[in-house]
């Protein structure tokens, strides 16, 4: 069985900064692309933004400038280190992992989603 579980949601006034944490573990053998999406309320969820295993990334253009996504490979894990923070960046923050697990099953994961709100 594979897990994927955010952490590092909260409440943060506009211009501040949070950073989220995504670990995928269990029965993995590797994992390839990682990413950043969220929804907001009522609204459609969208990405944020994904880095490959060797660290090529790809951010949404609301969010250039502000975030940066990272991973540690031997942790399964990727970072979002978000600053400059916007009433509109409120929304859950889904973690998504594509993993190749140990049974050669390769298929995308999801995390159960962290809560970021940005307001004075």
């Known amino acids: 069985q594979v897990q994927v579980v955010e952490s590092g949601g909260g409440l943060m006034q506009p211009g501040g900064s949070l950073r989220l944490s995504c670990a995928a573990s269990?029965?993995?053998?590797?994992?390839?692309?990682m990413g950043w999406y969220r929804q907001a309320p009522g609204k459609q969820r969208e990405l944020v933004a994904t880095i490959s295993r060797i660290g090529s990334t790809n951010y949404a253009d609301f969010v250039k400038g502000r975030f940066t996504i990272s991973r540690d490979n031997a942790k399964n894990t990727v970072y979002l280190e978000m600053t400059s923070l916007k009433p509109e960046d409120t929304a859950v923050y889904y973690c998504?992992?594509?993993?190749?697990?140990?049974?050669?099953?390769?298929?995308?994961?999801w995390g159960q989603g962290t809560q970021v709100t940005v307001s004075s």
């Open positions: 269990g029965t993995i053998f590797s994992v390839a692309a």
């Open positions: 998504n992992a594509e993993i190749l697990t140990r049974d050669w099953r390769k298929a995308d994961y």
